[in-house]
């Protein structure tokens, strides 16, 4: 439940950073490439498109380079296991 909350926050952190990114550029005049009447929902869907594949990108990488980690971490215990043998 505790990772689930984790990914909930750090979903909703790459949404509001995306919004706010988002909310800059349409207020210096990008809703006109839009021409929308509403720019406060083209902000909103672009700060949840961007923040979603933000944080699919972000939660691969860590859970790759988490992965490596561990294999380093099991290949370290391997090596040090020989050198005791050999000793």
Known sequence: MKKLAKYIL???LCILVCFVIVFLYVFCGGWELF???NPIKIEFGASVILGTIFF???DT???LEK???EKL???EKRIEELENKEE
Request: glycine share 6%.
């Open 10 to 12: 750090a979903w909703a």
């Open 56 to 58: 699919v990108v972000i």
């Open 35 to 37: 021409e929308s009447g």
């Open 61 to 63: 990488i860590y859970e």
């Open 73 to 75: 971490k099991t290949l």
């Open 67 to 69: 992965q490596h980690e």
